[in-house]
């Protein structure tokens, strides 16, 4: 089992930017690739972001690609999400994954889940 918990979600003004950060424990040797993906009031959850555990490589979802950076940090079994040019479409629940296999750019087949930390995004 893989546990996952986010943080650093909370309120912030259009334009601006937050760091999530999602911290794993457990089985962490067996991960392959982690994800972030997203919920809105009334909408269905969105993949935004996958990095594969290994390589390194990374997908964004073109609603924020060129605002949104994936990374990971093996050492502390943590991956991020930087979000910058915040708008408030951005708003949602983001939740963490993560896998024990599949490719970093595919959002189905997810084993683990965090509990998710709100982003609320002010206009």
């Known amino acids: 089992q893989v546990q996952l918990v986010e943080s650093g979600g909370g309120l912030v003004q259009a334009g601006g930017s937050l760091r999530l950060s999602c911290a794993a424990s457990g089985l962490t040797f067996s991960i392959r690739r982690m994800g972030w993906f997203r919920q809105a009031p009334g909408r269905e959850r969105e993949f935004v972001s996958g990095?594969?555990?290994?390589?390194?490589?990374?997908y964004c979802a073109d609603s924020v690609q060129g605002r949104f950076t994936i990374t990971r940090d093996n050492a502390k079994n943590t991956v991020y999400l930087q979000m910058n040019s915040l708008n408030a479409e951005d708003t949602a629940v983001y939740y963490c994954?993560?896998?024990?296999?599949?490719?970093?750019?595919?959002?189905?087949?997810?084993?683990?889940w965090g509990q998710g930390t709100q982003v609320t995004v002010s206009s």
């Open positions: 990095i594969s555990w290994t390589t390194g490589n990374s």
């Open positions: 994954a993560a896998d024990r296999d599949g490719g970093y750019a595919v959002s189905w087949g997810y084993d683990y």
